[in-house]
C-alpha cells in the first residue's frame, strides 16, 4: 500500500442547521485513485469543497505528507498541491485552451504574457499525459468536444505540479468513448504518483480505475475499502443503506438522526 498523501480525520461541517458531514475520515494515497461514492446529497462534493478551502470546515484535522495543515481558502490548498476539477468545469469558452490552462495564474514579465512559454507548457502538460485528440492548443474551447474538455480541464489541475487532484465527476456528461479516454487519464495520473479522487456514480468506472472505494452515507463514511475486498452489489448497498453485511455503519438509521 502506498504512503497517505492526504489525510482528513473527524471533519464536520454544517451549512447552518444542516449538519452535512459527520465525523469524516478520509484518506488519499500517492499513486492511487481513491473513488468517493455515495447517493445524491451524502456529501461528496461538500467534502471536495472542504478539501479546495472553498468551504471552511467546523471542526477536524487535515494532514498533507504527515504534516498537519490548515487549509482557509483556494490558494492553501493550491499552495500544498491540491487540485480540484469540478463538473462544470469552470472553462471559459471564448478562450482557447492555453489561455484557459493559464487562467488567473499567467507566466509573463513586467505585464508582457510570454504566450511561447503557456503554449509550451500547455503542449508538453497535453502530451505527458499522452492527449493526442487535440489538434492545436490555440482551439477555443468552444469548438472542444464535452470528452476535450474534461482532457483540458484536468490537463490544467496537473499543470501545477499538483500532488492531488480531486474531479467531481468527471464522466457523468459524456458518451462511451469520451468515457474511455477520461478513465485512461485518470489511470495515468495515478501512474505518474498522483493521489487521485474520482467521484462516480457509475460502479463500472469505479470498479474499473479505483484501487480504494470511500462511501459516505448521510454525511457519515460509511467504508473505505480496497476495490478488490468488494462487489458491485455491496458497494451499492453501502451507497443505498450505509450497510451491507460486516461492512458499513453499524445501526445506520441512526445515522439518519
Ligand atoms: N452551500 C450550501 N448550503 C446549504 N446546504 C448545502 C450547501 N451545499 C450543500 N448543501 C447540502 O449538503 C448536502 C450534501 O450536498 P453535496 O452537494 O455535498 O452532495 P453530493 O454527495 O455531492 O450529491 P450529488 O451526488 O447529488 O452531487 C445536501 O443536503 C445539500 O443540500
Ligand atoms: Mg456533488
Not at 455491496?234 to 458499513?248: C, F, K, P, W
Amino acid at each position: 500500500m502506498s504512503e497517505p498523501i492526504l489525510e482528513l480525520r473527524g471533519i464536520n461541517k454544517s451549512f447552518g442547521a444542516v449538519h452535512v458531514l459527520h465525523d469524516v475520515d478520509f484518506t488519499v494515497r500517492a499513486g492511487e485513485v481513491t473513488a468517493l461514492v455515495g447517493d445524491n446529497g451524502a456529501g461528496k462534493s461538500t467534502l471536495v469543497k472542504c478539501i479546495a478551502g472553498i468551504h471552511p470546515t467546523d471542526s477536524g484535522e487535515v494532514l498533507f505528507d504527515g504534516r498537519q495543515v490548515s487549509i482557509h481558502g483556494p490558494k492553501d490548498a493550491a499552495d500544498l498541491g491540491i487540485e480540484v476539477v469540478y463538473q462544470d468545469l469552470a472553462l471559459c469558452d471564448n478562450l482557447d485552451i492555453v489561455q484557459n490552462m493559464f487562467l488567473g495564474r499567467e507566466r509573463g514579465k513586467a505585464g508582457v504574457l510570454d504566450e511561447a512559454d503557456m503554449e509550451q507548457a500547455a503542449r508538453r502538460t497535453l502530451a505527458s499525459l499522452s492527449v493526442r485528440t487535440v489538434k492545436s492548443v490555440r482551439t477555443p474551447v468552444a469548438a472542444l468536444s464535452g470528452g476535450q474538455r474534461q482532457t483540458v480541464a484536468i490537463a490544467k489541475a496537473v499543470l501545477w505540479d499538483s500532488k492531488v487532484v480531486l474531479l467531481d465527476e468527471p464522466t457523468a456528461a459524456l458518451g462511451v468513448a469520451q468515457t474511455r479516454q477520461v478513465l485512461d487519464l485518470v489511470r495515468r495520473l495515478a501512474e505518474q504518483g498522483l493521489g487521485v479522487v474520482l467521484i462516480s456514480h457509475n460502479m463500472n468506472d469505479v470498479f474499473e480505475v479505483a484501487d480504494r472505494i470511500a462511501c459516505l452515507y448521510l454525511g457519515r463514511m460509511a467504508a473505505e475499502l480496497p476495490t478488490k475486498d468488494v462487489s458491485h452489489s455491496q458497494v451499492v448497498e453501502l451507497i443505498t443503506a450505509g450497510r451491507s453485511g460486516d461492512l458499513g455503519i453499524a445501526r445506520p438509521d441512526m445515522a439518519a438522526v
